[in-house]
């Protein structure tokens, strides 16, 4: 059995809307060994090793129901045990998941899809590797098989070693208990590093947090907390309840300062925290010289100040509001007159609430320096055997970290207490923060009982509320998320989801504009790059979920426009829990055979999750089967549909039942994009008004344009924004490189388009034939290398009979063909429908092909070009004939001319050359 490939779904996905992994197993030999015929003994052994299987319910939907699959009939296949075992072994390991699925492969015998919930990226794919040593391990002897793990190989050492690993990435307390909070208020986070920082909210909305230091607090709060002397000087003159304090340099110094304080003393470092470093209630010099030695090590500076007698309260501070309060005992054990105190340590070590660290909601207590000197201060040591009930302290401070307990005793605290908390954190300027105060009783106001301040801190951790050692555990987080976002305010960018097969990158241009043009700053994802505010910020194919992320990232994006394609829903699901806007254009014939995707209902399932998502609206494709399909699968509150046909029986019966649609509409002066909705139908925008549309012969952008309106509408848009943004919008090279450019400043017009499939070369073709050519139609034909034969094929088929002469090329990267194959193919498909042989060329560098057919233009000729690299090919035919050279780089115009640049334009004496938008032309002198 082996993992043959794996995919880390990091959103929705076409197996569920929450992060799954994926990995197809061959099962080799263990197809023929199902549940029941590995025997009772694998059965019971495997449940005896996590018994925590008892309780998957599986099919039947409750505990035993997996246990049951184990048993029934002839039991079940391993792919689908390991489903579970990877399931059960991520909830040991402290990060709870439920949801698992085995499905077998068709046509592929002994081939699986084994998909299971994850919470961290990291520990799930581990999970499924340990999962298959376990099983491995466990089968009867007699199964010969590669991969079982040596005799020697011990699995509780290799569960332990997975849980240590699962919780050194696993959330803190304090960051898990804000991110919880920031779920039941139904608020995006993104996780930013492996450690606690944290964005909450999208875009221009986010509020991010490191632990419990949020975004907002200041520099130099966090500054003054972490200086225990300035600290203790700011409250002693504002009349709050401080011990006297000294700054010592040497061992010296720190006698001297304890004689003039008066003893017990506390010794500890300036800027410590968690307790590193402290000794409290030292009566003699020698003590001190010891104290003074343990601060020396985690800091230069050490503090000597009066020790107050009482217990160690933590007061707990959130927007100038106290929300928790706990007693904090230092970490001891408790004698049974039998055990030794080394061995109480351990016993209590056994409490599964204790980790290392920060990682449990309790810290293993630890037998070091410290414990050994408290130890010996009343004449004990490990050794030692406590009396029933004897209380024995091995530490001095009562922090968590160091290993001490705390009780909740918020409801008890006195209302002066709470205001001299609450005045403490203020007067150093926190938005969150601790005060360490010590007191024998806190139900008591401090004028009476005395006590004092002996710290305040930044970033108080919150596992001493959220789940303490007793008392009531108290939302703590709540508050802070309520502080971070006040008053309902938004958290979510708007989202716009826009995928289907051909049209995506021109309709998510559109709508970014229509955006743009309304007052938002758009970040914008496509296959030309990532967009914020229309300038380019990453180039590239960036449709899949980093782009996303890299978006939703943004703090200064307000509206997020993200272009969805096949490839990243299938390699890594969405970058988004869910749109408010989602469409499909249309499902067509490409990409199909790669990635396991055969059929065009396989590639509709997979364009479906976008809609699957939608919360607003959901904007299908009325005219396309497959995309009307989708409407079964959508909970979005709208549904919205879009056709081409005025007299389509599904819309019609929409609309009466007063759904909302968008209608091209014909009429005596063109056509028409009409929007019903409940009982309006208001006319929306002549077609030809759109630039875009080409005076309104580009009927597949008329499509987009229709796509595009509907999108914005559903997104709030009133209709004079998106009438404006879709007159405004046109197709150069500079609004959408690469979709229908029209170059027509030479004596030729030559048209450059990104088509790359049968459905989106029909529609080019299409438009060509609109447009009254007086000359010859000229085109550069290609296709990528890594589509089925028939796909290719079938471009050259639709593209037979448009135009007079073909140039059949073939993409930089060929993708695993042969350098001419699939120019050569184009070829023979374009004999076989009738073109004749003088008519066609094979030129296969894409660069020699378009040049050669801007060579073979004359006047009055219009030539397409499919292009691959668009930038480089528009280049090529703006300068042509200029005297320039086009690279990769730029285009180098000849050096005897000289450009100095003005506002945009630049001279010469001879030659004006005039750069815009649209390209470069070369215009020379009159008469010359």
Same mark, same amino acid.
């Given at each position: 059995?082996?993992?043959?490939?794996?995919?880390?779904?990091?959103?929705?996905?076409?197996?569920?809307?929450?992060?799954?992994?994926?990995?197809?197993?061959?099962?080799?030999?263990?197809?023929?060994?199902?549940?029941?015929?590995?025997?009772?003994?694998?059965?019971?052994?495997?449940?005896?090793?996590?018994?925590?299987?008892?309780?998957?319910?599986?099919?039947?939907?409750?505990?035993?129901?997996?246990?049951?699959?184990?048993?029934?009939?002839?039991?079940?296949?391993?792919?689908?045990?390991?489903?579970?075992?990877?399931?059960?072994?991520?909830?040991?390991?402290?990060?709870?998941?439920?949801?698992?699925?085995?499905?077998?492969?068709?046509?592929?015998?002994?081939?699986?899809?084994?998909?299971?919930?994850?919470?961290?990226?990291?520990?799930?794919?581990?999970?499924? $590797?340990?999962?298959?040593?376990?099983?491995?391990?466990?089968?009867?002897?007699?199964?010969?098989?590669?991969?079982?793990?040596?005799?020697?190989?011990?699995?509780?050492?290799?569960?332990?070693?997975?849980?240590?690993?699962?919780?050194?990435?696993?959330?803190?307390?304090?960051?898990?208990? =804000?991110?919880?909070?920031?779920?039941?208020?139904?608020?995006?986070?993104?996780?930013?590093?492996?450690?606690?920082?944290?964005?909450?909210?999208?875009?221009?909305?986010?509020?991010?947090?490191?632990?419990?230091?949020?975004?907002?607090?200041?520099?130099?709060?966090?500054?003054?907390?972490?200086?225990?002397?300035?600290?203790?000087?700011?409250?002693?003159?504002?009349?709050?309840?401080?011990?006297?304090?000294?700054?010592?340099?040497?061992?010296?110094?720190?006698?001297?300062?304890?004689?003039?304080?008066?003893?017990?003393?506390?010794?500890?470092?300036?800027?410590?925290?968690?307790?590193?470093?402290?000794?409290?209630?030292?009566?003699?010099?020698?003590?001190?010289?010891?104290?003074?030695?343990?601060?020396?090590?985690?800091?230069?500076?050490?503090?000597?100040?009066?020790?107050?007698?009482?217990?160690?309260?933590?007061?707990?501070?959130?927007?100038?509001?106290?929300?928790?309060?706990?007693?904090?005992?230092?970490?001891?054990?408790?004698?049974?007159?039998?055990?030794?105190?080394?061995?109480?340590?351990?016993?209590?070590?056994?409490?599964?609430?204790?980790?290392?660290? %920060?990682?449990?909601?309790?810290?293993?207590?630890?037998?070091?320096?410290?414990?050994?000197?408290?130890?010996?201060?009343?004449?004990?040591?490990?050794?030692?055997?406590?009396?029933?009930?004897? $209380?024995?302290?091995?530490?001095?401070?009562?922090?968590?970290?160091?290993?001490?307990?705390?009780?909740?005793?918020?409801?008890?605290?006195?209302?002066?207490?709470?205001?001299?908390?609450?005045?403490?954190?203020?007067?150093?300027?926190?938005?969150?923060?601790?005060?360490?105060?010590?007191?024998?009783?806190?139900?008591?106001?401090?004028?009476?009982?005395?006590?004092?301040?002996?710290?305040?801190?930044?970033?108080?951790?919150?596992?001493?509320?959220?789940?303490?050692?007793?008392?009531?555990?108290?939302?703590?987080?709540?508050?802070?998320?309520?502080?971070?976002?006040?008053?309902?305010?938004?958290?979510?960018?708007?989202?716009?989801?826009?995928?289907?097969?051909?049209?995506?990158?021109?309709?998510?241009?559109?709508?970014?504009?229509?955006?743009?043009?309304?007052?938002?700053?758009?970040?914008?994802?496509?296959?030309?790059?990532?967009?914020?505010?229309?300038?380019?910020?990453?180039?590239?194919?960036?449709?899949?979920?980093?782009?996303?992320?890299?978006?939703?990232?943004?703090?200064?994006?307000?509206?997020?426009?993200?272009?969805?394609?096949?490839?990243?829903?299938?390699?890594?699901?969405?970058? #988004?829990?869910?749109?408010?806007?989602?469409?499909?254009?249309?499902?067509?014939?490409?990409?199909?055979?790669?990635?396991?995707?055969?059929?065009?209902?396989?590639?509709?399932?997979?364009?479906?999750?976008?809609?699957?998502?939608?919360?607003?609206?959901?904007?299908?494709?009325?005219?396309?089967?497959?995309?009307?399909?989708?409407?079964?699968?959508?909970?979005?509150?709208?549904?919205?549909?879009?056709?081409?046909?005025?007299? %389509?029986?599904?819309?019609?019966?929409?609309?009466?039942?007063?759904?909302?649609? #968008?209608?091209?509409?014909?009429?005596?002066?063109?056509?028409?994009?009409?929007?019903?909705?409940?009982?309006?139908?208001?006319?929306? !925008?002549?077609?030809? !008004?759109?630039?875009?549309?080409?005076?309104?012969?580009?009927?597949?952008?008329?499509?987009?344009?229709?796509?595009?309106?509907?999108?914005?509408?559903?997104?709030?848009?009133?209709?004079?924004?998106?009438?404006?943004?879709?007159?405004?919008?046109?197709?150069?090279?500079?609004?959408?490189?690469?979709?229908?450019?029209?170059?027509?400043?030479?004596?030729?017009?030559?048209?450059?388009?990104?088509?790359?499939?049968?459905?989106?070369?029909?529609?080019?073709?299409? =438009?060509?034939?609109?447009?009254?050519?007086?000359?010859?139609?000229?085109?550069?034909?290609?296709?990528?290398?890594?589509?089925?034969?028939?796909?290719?094929?079938?471009?050259?088929?639709?593209?037979?009979?448009?135009?007079?002469?073909?140039?059949?090329?073939?993409?930089?990267?060929?993708?695993?063909?042969?350098?001419?194959?699939?120019?050569?193919?184009?070829?023979?498909?374009?004999?076989?429908?009738?073109?004749?042989?003088?008519?066609?060329?094979?030129?296969?560098?894409?660069?020699?092909?378009?040049?050669?057919?801007?060579?073979?233009?004359?006047?009055?000729?219009?030539?397409?070009?499919?292009?691959?690299?668009?930038?480089?090919?528009?280049?090529?035919?703006?300068? #042509?004939?200029?005297?320039?050279?086009?690279?990769?780089?730029?285009?180098? =115009?000849?050096?005897?001319?000289?450009?100095?640049?003005?506002?945009?334009?630049?001279?010469?004496?001879?030659?004006?050359?005039?750069?815009?938008?649209?390209?470069?032309?070369?215009?020379?002198?009159?008469?010359?």
């Amino acid at each position: 059995m082996k993992i043959v490939s794996t995919n880390v779904y990091v959103g929705p996905n076409v197996f569920a809307h929450f992060r799954v992994i994926r990995h197809i197993l061959d099962l080799g030999v263990l197809e023929d060994w199902p549940s029941l015929r590995l025997g009772d003994g694998f059965i019971e052994t495997l449940l005896e090793t996590l018994p925590g299987l008892h309780e998957h319910g599986c099919s039947y939907r409750e505990p035993g129901g997996f246990v049951r699959r184990l048993r029934d009939d002839e039991g079940t296949w391993m792919g689908h045990i390991m489903e579970h075992v990877a399931i059960e072994l991520q909830n040991v390991a402290g990060s709870p998941v439920t949801y698992g699925r085995t499905r077998s492969i068709e046509g592929q015998p002994g081939h699986y899809n084994m998909v299971f919930e994850y919470k961290d990226e990291a520990v799930g794919l581990e999970s499924g $590797k340990l999962a298959i040593k376990l099983l491995l391990s466990l089968l009867p002897g007699e199964i010969d098989i590669e991969g079982r793990p040596p005799e020697d190989w011990n699995f509780e050492e290799e569960r332990d070693r997975f849980i240590r690993y699962a919780q050194s990435r696993a959330l803190g307390p304090s960051t898990a208990s =804000l991110v919880a909070a920031a779920e039941e208020r139904d608020i995006p986070w993104i996780r930013l590093n492996r450690y606690s920082l944290v964005q909450f909210g999208h875009g221009k909305y986010q509020q991010r947090i490191q632990a419990t230091t949020t975004n907002r607090t200041g520099n130099i709060a966090v500054e003054l907390a972490g200086d225990k002397e300035e600290t203790n000087e700011i409250l002693r003159d504002l009349g709050l309840p401080v011990p006297e304090q000294r700054i010592v340099r040497d061992q010296t110094d720190a006698k001297r300062a304890a004689r003039r304080i008066g003893f017990p003393v506390v010794v500890k470092p300036l800027a410590g925290n968690h307790g590193r470093g402290v000794s409290i209630n030292l009566k003699t010099e020698e003590e001190v010289e010891v104290g003074f030695k343990k601060a020396r090590e985690h800091g230069r500076s050490i503090i000597v100040e009066s020790y107050i007698e009482g217990f160690d309260h933590r007061l707990l501070v959130v927007d100038g509001e106290l929300v928790a309060a706990a007693k904090r005992e230092p970490g001891h054990v408790v004698g049974d007159g039998k055990h030794t105190i080394r061995e109480l340590v351990d016993i209590v070590n056994e409490d599964p609430r204790r980790g290392v660290g %920060h990682e449990k909601v309790l810290t293993r207590l630890e037998f070091d320096h410290q414990a050994e000197r408290l130890l010996k201060k009343i004449g004990y040591d490990e050794d030692t055997v406590p009396e029933k009930d004897e $209380k024995v302290y091995l530490r001095s401070t009562a922090n968590l970290s160091t290993g001490g307990t705390a009780l909740d005793v918020t409801d008890v605290i006195h209302p002066d207490n709470r205001e001299m908390a609450i005045r403490a954190i203020n007067a150093i300027g926190l938005d969150i923060g601790g005060v360490d105060f010590l007191t024998n009783d806190i139900s008591l106001s401090y004028r009476e009982a005395g006590g004092g301040i002996c710290e305040v801190n930044a970033g108080p951790g919150f596992r001493m509320h959220v789940a303490p050692s007793d008392g009531t555990p108290r939302d703590v987080a709540g508050p802070v998320i309520d502080m971070l976002f006040p008053n309902d305010s938004p958290t979510r960018v708007p989202i716009a989801a826009i995928t289907g097969t051909n049209g995506k990158t021109t309709t998510s241009r559109m709508l970014a504009h229509i955006l743009k043009m309304t007052g938002f700053t758009v970040g914008m994802t496509s296959t030309d790059g990532v967009y914020i505010d229309g300038k380019l910020s990453v180039s590239g194919d960036m449709t899949g979920p980093k782009s996303a992320q890299m978006i939703l990232r943004d703090p200064s994006v307000d509206a997020a426009v993200l272009e969805v394609a096949r490839g990243g829903m299938l390699r890594s699901g969405l970058g #988004f829990r869910r749109a408010n806007v989602a469409c499909c254009l249309n499902v067509a014939a490409d990409h199909l055979g790669l990635k396991g995707i055969e059929t065009l209902e396989q590639l509709a399932e997979i364009k479906r999750v976008p809609i699957e998502i939608a919360q607003d609206a959901a904007v299908l494709n009325a005219d396309d089967p497959l995309c009307l399909q989708m409407a079964d699968y959508t909970e979005a509150d709208r549904l919205t549909y879009v056709t081409m046909n005025p007299a %389509h029986a599904l819309v019609k019966k929409h609309i009466r039942a007063g759904g909302q649609a #968008f209608v091209l509409e014909q009429a005596l002066n063109g056509h028409m994009i009409a929007i019903y909705d409940g009982e309006l139908h208001t006319p929306l !925008l002549w077609t030809h !008004l759109i630039p875009a549309t080409i005076e309104g012969r580009a009927m597949h952008n008329v499509q987009n344009a229709m796509f595009a309106a509907a999108l914005a509408y559903n997104m709030g848009i009133s209709i004079e924004d998106i009438r404006h943004g879709l007159r405004t919008f046109d197709s150069t090279f500079f609004q959408a490189p690469g979709r229908m450019n029209i170059y027509d400043e030479h004596p030729f017009k030559v048209i450059l388009d990104y088509a790359h499939n049968a459905a989106a070369v029909r529609a080019i073709c299409d =438009l060509v034939d609109r447009f009254d050519v007086e000359g010859r139609k000229i085109a550069v034909i290609a296709a990528p290398g890594d589509r089925r034969d028939e796909d290719i094929r079938d471009i050259a088929q639709i593209a037979a009979g448009h135009f007079d002469h073909y140039i059949c090329r073939r993409d930089d990267n060929p993708r695993g063909r042969q350098p001419d194959e699939v120019p050569v193919m184009l070829k023979d498909k374009l004999l076989e429908c009738g073109i004749h042989s003088d008519a066609i060329e094979v030129i296969p560098d894409e660069q020699e092909a378009t040049t050669r057919a801007l060579e073979l233009a004359d006047s009055g000729d219009l030539i397409l070009v499919l292009g691959d690299n668009v930038k480089r090919t528009w280049k090529q035919i703006i300068y #042509f004939n200029s005297g320039a050279h086009v690279e990769e780089t730029g285009a180098k =115009l000849p050096v005897n001319i000289e450009l100095p640049e003005t506002d945009g334009f630049i001279f010469d004496k001879d030659v004006e050359i005039i750069s815009d938008e649209r390209g470069v032309r070369i215009a020379r002198e009159e008469g010359d």
